[in-house]
Structure formats: structure tokens, C-alpha cells
Nanobody, 115 residues
């Protein structure tokens, strides 16, 4: 059974930083590309960042240069470092494989950027 648990969200002022973590329970974590997704109120879920099995990365244009995705296969965890946060980054952030596994969606972690 695949389980993903996100953490690290919170309230931050514009220009601030947060680091999100996603712990995966499945032992085959290292063979999956992983992604961070987000869903803002009234909007569809969107893919924000991806890290491949070889640690190649790609980003949505809206976060390029501000967000950094990384992974630690030794502890089955993927991270999202978010800098220079903007109000439009406010959303619930989720991690999942890329492409996503329908049964693997977790509760997500809320990120609110507001002064």
C-alpha cells in the first residue's frame, strides 16, 4: 500500500520561505519519479515540480527559480524548498509519483502566504 504524508506547511509572509517534506511508506520509492502538486481554492490541482529517479528536475514556470525539489532515497522522502513566496503560492500542497497514483493522494499540507 502506498502512503504519502506531507508536512511543513504554514502561514508565511510574502517573500518568506518554507520547506515541505513528504514521507513515503513504499519501499520502492527510489524507482519512482516524484512530484509536488498544489491546489488553490477554486482551481484545479497543478504540478509544481518533479524530480526523476536520477534526480533530474523540472518546474512549472510560475515557481522556476524560487522552488527547489530534492529527494533522499535513504529515508524515502522528497522535499520542496520554497523561497520568495508570493500570495499566489497559497494552496494545499501534495506529493505523489509522476504521473500520480490515484490511490496515493494524501491529506496535503496547507501553505498560506499573507501579510
Amino acid at each position: 500500500q502506498v502512503q504519502l504524508v506531507e508536512s511543513g506547511g504554514g502561514l508565511v509572509q510574502p517573500g518568506g520561505s518554507l520547506r515541505l517534506s513528504c514521507a513515503a511508506t513504499f519501499s520502492s520509492f527510489r524507482v519512482f519519479a516524484m512530484g509536488w502538486y498544489r491546489q488553490a481554492p477554486g482551481k484545479q490541482r497543478e504540478l509544481v515540480a518533479v524530480i526523476t529517479t536520477g534526480s533530474g528536475t523540472r518546474y512549472a514556470d510560475s515557481v522556476k527559480g524560487r522552488f527547489t525539489i530534492s529527494r533522499d532515497n535513504a529515508v524515502n522522502t522528497v522535499y520542496l524548498q520554497m523561497n520568495s513566496l508570493k500570495s499566489e503560492d497559497t494552496a494545499v500542497y501534495y506529493c505523489n509519483t509522476d504521473p500520480p497514483l490515484r490511490a496515493a493522494w494524501g491529506q496535503g499540507t496547507q501553505v498560506t502566504v499573507s501579510s
